[in-house]
Each structure stands twice: as structure tokens, then as C-alpha cells.
Nanobody, 121 residues
Framework: QVQLVESGGGLVQPGGSLRLSCAASGSIFSINAMGWYRQAPGKVRELVAFSISGGSTNYADSVKGRFTISRDNAKNTVYLQMNSLKPEDTAVYYC???????????????WGQGTQVTVSS
């Protein structure tokens, strides 16, 4: 019953900005961490940014200084503000959460459906 719902993807020109959102819902006891991965054609899925409970974050070297991850704990939502976008940022972006499901009491990883981000002129 746990679900991650993403929004905010789309087409943008180089140098532009997008803001991705991911809301976790369902029978959730607690969220340990939330973040974003991406997968471009022909490439492996890679970590983009991650936020751990307590405030620590980490970013891929390729997005440092351009992307910012943030969380709204009251809404169980994570955001990814993407600025100065480059064509090489084009990928399907996936939300990921490590959380404890209320139904089982177990920790586990959950994935969103993915949202396409295309950076092109």
C-alpha cells in the first residue's frame, strides 16, 4: 500500500530549471531517507541526490552546485530543484525512499514510477 508519486518532469531548454516532487503515501510508520536517481538511455541507474533523516544530504558530482534536494516531512514529500540544466541531464528520474512500512514494521526501499526530464534546444 506504500506508494511514491512523482511530478514535475518535462521538456526544458539548456540553462533552464525544473522542480521535481515526490510524495510518499500509504501505511508508513517512518521515512528514513528519500532521494532521486536517474537513468539515461544506455546507462546504469545512478544516484542524483539523497536526503537522510536528520538533515544530511549527498549529491552526484555531476549535479553539485546546480541541484538542490529538500524535504517537507509533514507531507512526506521530497523535492529536487534543478537549475542550469544541461543536455546530459536528460534521463528518467526516479524517486526512492527507504522507509518502515506500518503494516509489517520492516524497513525497505520503494520506487516511484519515474518521470522524464528532457533538456534540449
Amino acid at each position: 500500500q506504500v506508494q511514491l508519486v512523482e511530478s514535475g518532469g518535462g521538456l526544458v531548454q539548456p540553462g533552464g530549471s525544473l522542480r521535481l516532487s515526490c510524495a510518499a503515501s500509504g501505511s508508513i510508520f517512518s521515512i528514513n531517507a528519500m532521494g532521486w536517481y536517474r537513468q539515461a538511455p544506455g546507462k546504469v541507474r545512478e544516484l542524483v541526490a539523497f536526503s537522510i533523516s536528520g538533515g544530511s544530504t549527498n549529491y552526484a558530482d555531476s549535479v553539485k552546485g546546480r541541484f538542490t534536494i529538500s524535504r517537507d516531512n509533514a507531507k512526506n514529500t521530497v523535492y529536487l530543484q534543478m537549475n542550469s540544466l544541461k543536455p546530459e541531464d536528460t534521463a528518467v528520474y526516479y524517486c526512492n525512499a527507504n522507509l518502515r512500512a506500518a503494516a509489517t514494521g520492516y524497513n525497505g526501499n520503494y520506487w516511484g514510477q519515474g518521470t522524464q526530464v528532457t533538456v534540449s534546444s
